[in-house]
């Protein structure tokens, strides 16, 4: 294959890079102009993906880091962060938004592009990290020292794949790879199909890279280690989840088995909703969704509290016996939240056993007796008794547990909870599809919920 042909669609054009690189520039100089002249101890410079010019095109999300001594106050470095961002965004006619990583950072709408104006603490090295953006300038230099002119292209081709197989991304609504995590890859390979070829037939569970050896690769038990060229106690795959690991590690081998310029672009969906709803029905299983409005909370919040209410649903309906098949979540971040749950035992007999006291405890038999009566009898080493379950359906059953005096008991995400307070509509699944509140996004959902694999084949 020609990876020169994939490249020309790809990588920026001269005309995409000197765009860019011109408002970057003059961002930088609006910011060292207002630190001037406001006399804010300030330095602004160019990080990320577009200082190393590792983007793709058409994805040139700029990154403005704003420097200040390490003697700066935590609430200073906030406070004149902010505000060299926010005066920044307005000479520049721009609209904002405010955001939080390990502190606020302000994010600008401008000329087409999204920025990110980011306060920092300059440091030499990982010693003297105040805060985690604070590595960021760190990784900028190192990767610009180390991966070289060809070796850039090398990098989007990698980028390109995982984000066309869907394991980009290291937010934890991906679980991914990051771009630094996919530039080190690069640095430590040499090449694309190096990576694919060592990650098809070497990588196992808590494989470790280790470009600088530092030794630290035991420190670490996630499913991949690469340890940070600068900060030794740090794991650049630390947020990749096993899921998406192995499903990279299955797509690098279909592509080294059968390589197509397919899979470095996004796979075309034809949707059924009477099919999907066909198949839904032919699995025999019952499934049901959970449909709220998500909390006003930033992404990197809410996934993770939508993740643990997804869980703790699992685990109450396993505990009342009732079996759950597989289960997923979705939303669309400002309307809809849609926790689907499909069953294999959605229904139960009127009794069950309720195991009692071992025969040897006196005690707590005599208790147990007096409790059940003649339902008791001894079944091996313990007393048993058949009860009458108070749930026999799944519906029922969540509809009593999702209300003020009992969702408190429930592990779910805190603003979770008051949402689904709120308001909250539980449905069978097929219903919900011949309904208009079924739309595309969500049928897309059930769609990869039927088939988990379908971005790892071309």
Not at 369 to 379: F, I, L, P, S, T
Request: hydrophobic share 40%; proline share 3%.
């Amino acid at each position: 294959m020609d990876f020169n042909n994939i490249l020309k669609v790809i990588k920026p054009t001269q005309e995409e890079n000197e765009k860019v690189k011109l408002l970057s520039d003059k961002l930088i100089d609006i910011i060292n102009k207002i630190a001037r002249e406001n006399n804010i101890n300030a330095e602004a410079t160019l990080v990320g993906s577009v200082a190393k010019g590792t983007w793709l095109s058409g994805k040139a999300d700029v990154d403005i880091f704003m420097k200040f001594p390490l003697s700066t106050s935590e609430d200073d470095l906030k406070k004149y962060g902010l505000k060299l961002g926010d005066k920044c965004i307005k000479e520049m006619h721009g609209d904002h938004e405010l955001r939080y990583a390990s502190h606020p950072y302000i994010t600008g709408f401008i000329e087409g592009f999204e920025i990110d104006f980011v306060p920092c603490y300059i440091i030499k090295n990982a010693e003297e990290l105040k805060s985690a953006v604070d590595r960021t300038i760190l990784h900028t230099e190192y990767v610009l020292a180390n991966l070289g002119e060809k070796q850039k292209g090398e990098v989007l081709l990698l980028k390109k794949f995982m984000g066309s197989i869907h394991t980009y991304g290291a937010e934890f609504k991906v679980g991914g790879f990051s771009g630094y995590l996919c530039e080190l890859l690069i640095i430590h390979y040499g090449s694309f199909l190096n990576v694919l070829n060592a990650a098809s037939s070497e990588w196992r569970p808590n494989y470790k890279i280790d470009i600088e050896d530092y030794g630290t690769g035991e420190l670490f038990s996630e499913p991949l280690v690469v340890i940070d060229p600068t900060d030794k106690n740090r794991n650049v795959a630390a947020a990749l989840k096993l899921q998406k690991m192995s499903e990279f590690i299955v797509a690098s081998r279909n592509f080294l088995s059968n390589p197509k310029e397919e899979y470095f672009f996004d796979k075309e969906i034809d949707l059924s909703k009477s099919e999907i709803k066909t198949e839904f029905e032919s699995r025999e299983t019952k499934t049901f969704l959970i449909r709220f409005k998500p909390p006003e909370i930033p992404a990197d919040a809410l996934y993770p509290q939508i993740k643990k209410t997804e869980n703790s649903l699992n685990g109450v309906l396993e505990r009342e016996d009732f079996k759950v098949f597989n289960a997923d979540s979705w939303t669309d971040e400002s309307q809809n939240v849609i926790i689907l749950i499909e069953m294999e035992i959605w229904k139960l007999p009127r009794i069950k056993k309720h195991l009692g006291p071992f025969v040897w405890s006196k005690g707590h038999q005599v208790k147990f007796m007096e409790k059940y009566g003649n339902k008791a009898y001894v079944e091996e080493n313990r007393w048993v008794a058949e009860v009458e379950r108070k749930y026999k359906e799944v519906k029922p059953f969540l509809d009593n547990i999702l209300v003020e005096n009992k969702i408190g008991f429930l592990k779910f995400g805190k603003h979770i909870k008051a949402e689904i307070l709120k308001k909250y509509e539980l449905v069978d699944i097929l219903e919900f599809m011949g309904s208009d509140k079924c739309s595309e996004d969500m049928l897309l959902f059930f769609y990869e919920y039927l088939n988990k694999n379908v971005y790892l084949w071309r």
